[in-house]
């Protein structure tokens, strides 16, 4: 059983640029949700997709939009980037309905400058 | 709103027991869960509680109560790789929903 893994690991953008950051759920999981953590902060829902819509969102403004495809993989992508998008982007996977835990990806470090 | 409180940092000795409060005010509850993270790591899954009354989980305990809008997160036999930080975190309601709202952390430092 393959764990949740995000891409890349590290990325340094320039403000006004667009990200796009990706996620690959653990094996048999349907639905993905996306969060961003600040240094310091506890992370914060951006939102959840499940059969490729979003159900879920979280305050992030219209810039901060997803994508799930077939195979359960999802991308968040960041528009018009702004220095205060540095953060660690996590992504985690559940089961829809079958179990409260989701498992959390190791997470993409964005560094806006 | 939504508002979730834990101590920022706190210090105990290997061996020792410590419990991290947590306490909650959010506008719908489905849940409450502990994660620990290492710094630079991804949060991992401790505990879950929905209804009021103590889990046990090894090392680990975690207590709910819904009344009080109150959980603690109870380390007993403290080792030094349980210096990490401790996040408490409320998930919203809706069948399906995996959204949920962090605390800010709280990071437990073990010394010798």
């Known amino acids: 059983e393959t764990g949740v893994t995000q891409s890349p690991t590290h990325l340094i953008k320039t403000r006004g640029q667009q990200v796009t950051l990706r996620c690959s759920s653990q094996?048999?999981?349907?639905?993905v949700s996306w969060y961003q953590q600040a240094l310091g902060q506890g992370p914060q829902f951006i939102f959840q997709?499940?059969?490729?819509?979003?159900?879920g969102r979280g305050n992030f403004p219209p810039r901060f939009s997803g994508l799930q495809f077939p195979n359960y993989s999802s991308e968040l992508n960041v528009n018009a980037l702004e220095l205060d998008d540095s953060a660690l982007y996590l992504c985690?996977?559940?089961?829809?309905?079958?179990?409260?835990?989701?498992?959390f990806g190791p997470g993409t470090r964005l560094t806006v400058t | 709103g939504q508002n979730i409180d834990q101590p920022t940092e706190m210090t105990a000795t290997e061996g020792a027991i410590v419990q991290i409060n947590c306490t909650y005010q959010?506008?719908?509850?489905?849940?409450l869960f502990w994660y620990q993270q290492h710094a630079g790591e991804a949060p991992t899954f401790l505990s879950y509680?929905?209804?009021?009354g103590l889990e046990e989980k090894g090392r680990f305990s975690s207590f709910l109560s819904r009344s009080k809008g109150y959980s603690y997160l109870l380390l007993k036999e403290l080792q030094m790789k349980d210096s990490a930080s401790y996040l408490c975190?409320?998930?919203?309601?809706?069948?399906?929903?995996?959204?949920?709202?962090f605390g800010k952390g709280t990071k437990l430092s073990v010394i010798p």
């Open positions: 094996s048999g999981h349907n639905t």
């Open positions: 975190a409320v998930r919203a309601p809706g069948a399906g929903s995996y959204q949920l709202t």
């Open positions: 509680n929905v209804l009021d």
């Open positions: 959010t506008s719908g509850f489905n849940g």
């Open positions: 985690a996977s559940s089961f829809w309905g079958e179990s409260y835990e989701q498992y």
């Open positions: 997709y499940y059969r490729e819509e979003e159900n």
